[in-house]
């Protein structure tokens, strides 16, 4: 399902947070990971979002209701608990220059949810109790033993039969969630090719080298006797190299890089990703060919090019699958906005802060 809305996760166990689950309309217009380093596509936004209006202060001292969504009240205590989930998933407490406009996205996630479980009602969906215990028992091996799973229900002040009934709401709304994204049509081979025909940007990728290394680590501030002997170490391996000798098993006996356990594979990079002294000698080298001795601020290094690609465009036919994904997500997002925003429309909500 693509909008999920992990209340129960959040607000009790600490999971995925809801604020995080469903994207706000702006985020998705945002390019995904650039094609040509991660395989996935994006769409950039286009132009600067026009600033939004400063958001209205949250008191300090809340009302025991915060907001009330067709009669049904959301509690400072249920509001509270999701914010202190937020602040431990952070690390932090909310930044006092952004309090406000956290709290009322919290607020404003909080009003969804309960639209969503209202109309799961509505729409009369049934949720059995072996889907419930499994959802338990998914919360609960998020810990190392029961008593640590029971501490942290103490510690957010809740039962094992209110952790259930809002398994049982989580459960519902994904459902209705679920059944609401099954009537949003896949994108078509069209859709794909116009997507990649119009942003030709977004699939070309840069010059990249795939290739090992054995590194010696050797401090630049340190010792002429230091430098000298991992010099003479590094001089001893290159010999065997040259001489020969298996590349990555001499990678995994002697350098001292954390690439050594992968025989030195350092993958493909492009010139960007490693340090210039490094990278020239990467980029001269031909496939197959081993570098003498090089000096960086890591030490010394002996580099073996695997494989060497010039910069392209990718084809249609190797991006298209993600392409489909991207496009197949952005218009479920759209439909899932358009839905909330059309329970909100026919809803009476009070906010009370």
């Known amino acids: 399902m693509f909008l999920k809305l992990k209340f129960v996760a959040c607000v009790l166990i600490g999971a995925a947070c809801v604020i995080a689950c469903r994207k706000a309309p702006a985020a998705s217009a945002q390019a995904v990971s650039t094609a040509a380093t991660t395989g996935q596509v994006g769409a950039g936004a286009s132009g600067k979002p026009a600033p939004a209006p400063p958001p209205k202060p949250v008191p300090t001292q809340l009302p025991d209701v915060v907001a009330r969504v067709n009669g049904e009240n959301l509690k400072k205590a249920d509001f509270e608990r999701m914010v202190h989930t937020l602040e431990q998933r952070a690390g932090q407490q909310i930044p006092a220059e952004r309090r406000d406009e956290i709290l009322r996205g919290a607020l404003d996630q909080l009003v969804v949810y309960t639209l969503l479980s209202q109309e799961s009602r509505n729409r009369g969906i049934k949720v059995e109790e072996t889907e419930i215990d499994q959802k338990v028992e998914q919360l609960r091996a998020k810990f190392p033993n029961q008593e640590a799973f029971a501490k942290a229900l103490t510690e957010r002040g809740m039962t094992m039969d209110r952790l259930k009934h809002d398994a049982r709401v989580d459960i519902s709304v994904t459902k209705l969630m679920d059944a609401e994204m099954a009537t949003e049509p896949g994108p078509s081979d069209e859709d794909a090719k116009n997507f990649y025909d119009k942003n030709p940007d977004r699939f070309k990728q840069g010059e990249k080298v795939r290739a090992s290394h054995i590194l010696i680590k ?117 439909h899932a906005d358009a839905f909330v925003d059309g329970l909100k429309k026919k809803s009476k909500i009070e906010v009370l802060i």
């Open 218 to 334: 050797v401090d630049q501030k340190a010792p002429p006797a230091a430098k000298q002997k991992a010099r003479a170490e590094i001089d001893a391996v290159l010999k065997q190299a040259k001489a020969g000798g298996d590349f990555a098993k001499l990678a995994q006996e002697r350098s001292q890089d954390g690439s050594a356990a992968q025989g030195g594979d350092l993958n493909y990079f492009t010139r960007e990703q490693m340090v210039p002294e490094f990278t020239k000698v990467a980029f001269e080298l031909k496939p197959g060919q081993i570098s003498d001795v090089v000096e960086t601020q890591f030490g010394y290094h002996i580099i073996k090019v695997v494989d060497h690609q010039e910069a392209r465009t990718m084809p249609y036919e190797q991006v298209s699958p993600q392409i489909k994904q991207y496009l197949g997500n952005q218009k479920k997002q759209q």
